[in-house]
């Protein structure tokens, strides 16, 4: 007998069962095989199947919940259906003016009776979804001699030139962009239906007050008087007029979709490809494209895929849940974790954490053994997890901004922000910690630049040099505090020597912006940087044939930031082994260190602020101060030399193949150290 859950055995092939409920209708009975005969397999594939089976159900489940037709929606149909049915009404009542009807010469009685009949028609197709065939009869109680007309309604609903509810109803749905279904449809024949009674009953009132149908007369003499004529080169603001009620795609937009109509309608955001005003203006990053589009994909995930028009304040909620059970620094950086829904990595999250306080109680058993808690690979505790403040702050502020925009085109509920939101009070000087003259010996006495064992163990110490990203990055952020994006974005044309001294010229370029208008600027190479051989390897590099000063950053996809390609493959490594870093610490600590060093030297701010690319702390200072290089190689001099022990070498590149571009890593893959 097989004991695997969900899963029977017979004639020995093993087959998955599972009974699935959807709302409140009868479950039924999944069965399939698992085309297997062991057990060992079957017991691994039934896990799979159930959670499989659970998601299909969720989103089935979800789906069926929307269904139907918004209020949104309704409305609209109604709208659109008064339109046409004032049209309708309107024809009819001059076409019997033309040509009177054959069952009437009374133009007033035949237009009473098919007014009536529609009417009862509308009712029983509102209150029944249908309309059965009735007779129809005309009786004039006040003339005895006149003969009764008595018509079944199929018949006379011929002459009133209307298409039937179902028809009607299809091209509304078609017109405000809603998908075809069967609750759809019924729902939208109703609000037709609806839409004629209105209709009716609003044309028998303007027939007993013809003025009802037209918007007021003016009185003579008290006309509005006569606007004067303006120049007619100059602009002229169009008239106002009423915003027009837009339902169409905007009904059926899901957060992701609503972020591309976002790109695509505001072309500072780089427009709909990313590339609108790049000549021009100053369009946003590829970066911060792409962390705007994060967080409407996380609440599209919350949402199971709903329309952005149905967000309510507590799936802000469920995603604000989510951030909080999460792992800030794992969250999303390996390629299985960006193919994971957020429900199914907060769930391996509470695995995590389920690992780590096992282990945390194993230890406690064994307290009296003055044995330490051993945690599992991956596991983790309960203080670890939450995204961190400025993360969420960020998701949230691209969020606010999106359905901002969004409720421009469409009504949605009240959102609130500011529950999810939070002042970060937290000095800035306290999250970055600069480094210490002691730290950035221990730093640069590390085997990158003390010897490496081989180039693909640079963490292990050896006798290779080697002049690269893994040498001079570091070194450049300590002697310039320059961002990581601006070291490792150099081109080798933005290196240049003037009068005999060689400098960086921060620029931006095709491969990386900058980060405010002020981040222009040049910097002096420090003497260390001379004597350490950067000026050999930027030669070297020339001859090479290279275009970048770190080329071994440049992704071969042409996505993803040299900075960020640095940090993932470098930077980790180097941090593993310095035991110092504190939370926050990482290559932006170099500024720090540079900034607090010049104040420490007393260095005038205005050279302090040019050094650095922040913009000055008055308009006078920027205005009338011009940095020259002499000032700030002077200023550069009171960055501490930490690299004194380091002695130089003859200028050793990289093999070609490894200053190719970088491929796109594989899932699980694992880089070398």
């Known amino acids: ?56 159900a969720m989103t089935m489940t979800a789906k069926i919940a929307t269904d139907g037709l918004t209020a949104a929606q309704r409305a609209e149909i109604f709208r659109r259906q008064m339109l046409v049915e004032r049209d309708r009404l309107e024809v009819m009542h001059a076409q019997f003016h033309v040509l009177p009807p054959d069952d009437h010469e009374d133009i007033e009685k035949a237009l009473s009776l098919r007014l009536g009949a529609s009417e009862l028609a509308a009712m029983d197709g509102a209150a029944k979804g249908k309309v059965e065939d009735f007779l129809v009869a005309r009786i004039d109680p006040d003339a005895d001699d006149e003969p009764i007309v008595v018509m079944a309604w199929s018949e006379l609903a011929t002459s009133l030139a209307q298409d039937g509810a179902e028809e009607a109803a299809i091209a509304r749905l078609a017109e405000i962009g809603v998908e075809q279904s069967a609750l759809r449809e019924a729902m939208a024949r109703k609000v037709v239906n609806q839409a004629r009674i209105e209709a009716i009953r609003e044309f028998r009132q303007t027939l007993a007050n013809p003025g009802a149908a037209y918007a007021p ?62 000549k021009s203006g100053e369009p946003w990053t590829n970066k911060t494209r792409e962390q705007f589009k994060l967080p409407a994909l996380l609440l599209e995930q919350v949402m199971h895929g709903q329309p952005l028009a149905t967000v309510a304040h507590d799936h802000l909620v469920q995603l604000n849940n989510c951030f909080e059970a999460l792992h800030g620094p794992s969250f999303r950086k390996s390629p299985k974790h960006r193919k ?129 990203a893994w040498y001079f990055v570091p070194m450049i952020g300590w002697y310039t505090g320059m961002r990581r994006e601006e070291i490792c974005g150099l081109k080798l044309d933005d290196i240049e020597v003037d009068d005999g001294h060689w400098q960086f010229n921060v620029r931006p370029t095709e491969i990386r912006r900058l980060k405010t208008i002020t981040s222009a600027r040049k910097l002096p190479f420090a003497s260390e940087l001379t004597r350490l051989g950067l000026p050999d390897y930027v030669i070297a590099l020339r001859s090479a044939g290279e275009t970048m000063l770190f080329p071994e950053l440049m992704p071969e996809s042409g996505k993803g930031t040299l900075g960020d390609a640095y940090y993932n493959t470098i930077w980790t490594k180097i941090a593993r082994a310095l035991p110092f870093l504190k939370t926050g610490q990482a290559t932006q ?3 720090h260190t540079v900034i607090n060093a010049m104040k420490g030297a007393e260095v005038m701010p205005e050279l302090r602020a040019d050094f650095a690319g922040h913009k000055l702390s008055s308009e006078t200072e920027g205005r009338y ?46 880089m070398s150290t």
């Open 340 to 468: 994971m829904t957020i429900w199914e990595i907060v769930q391996e999250t509470a695995e995590r954490v389920r690992r780590g306080e096992e282990a945390i109680a194993k230890a406690a058993k064994r307290k009296d053994d003055g044995k330490a808690a051993e945690m599992p690979s991956g596991a983790l505790t309960r203080d670890q997890l939450g995204l961190g403040l400025s993360t969420t702050n960020r998701h949230w502020g691209f969020l606010r901004q999106l359905t901002t925009w969004f409720e421009k085109h469409h009504l949605l509920s009240p959102l609130d922000y500011s529950a999810f939101i939070e002042n970060d009070d937290r000095n800035a000087r306290d999250q970055r910690d600069a480094y210490t003259e002691e730290q950035g010996r221990m730093l640069f006495s590390l085997p990158p630049w003390t010897g490496s064992k081989s180039l693909a163990r640079r963490m292990h110490p050896g006798d290779l040099l080697v002049h690269s």
């Open 625 to 670: 101060s011009k940095a020259h290089m002499a000032l700030l190689q002077k200023a550069a001099t009171a960055i501490p030399i930490v690299t004194g022990h380091l002695d130089p070498f003859p200028a050793a590149l990289l093999p070609a193949r490894l200053r190719a571009p970088r491929k796109a890593r594989a899932a699980g893959q694992i």
């Open 1 to 56: 007998m097989c004991s695997i859950q969900n899963v029977t055995r017979k004639q020995g092939t093993y087959y998955f069962r599972q009974l699935i409920r959807l709302g409140p209708d009868k479950p039924f009975r999944l069965r399939f095989s698992l085309k297997t005969t062991s057990r060992k397999r079957a017991a691994l594939l039934s896990p799979a199947m159930t959670l499989i089976c659970e998601r299909l």
């Open 217 to 278: 007369v003016p009185v003579a003499g008290y006309e509005q008087p006569a606007q004067p004529q303006l120049n007619a080169s100059a602009p002229q603001m169009p008239p106002t007029q009423a915003a027009p009620v837009i339902v169409g795609p905007w009904v059926t937009m899901t957060p992701t979709e609503s972020v591309e109509k976002f790109f695509e309608h505001n072309p500072r955001t780089g427009g709909k490809d990313g590339t609108a005003r790049r």
């Open 589 to 591: 600590s170099f500024r």
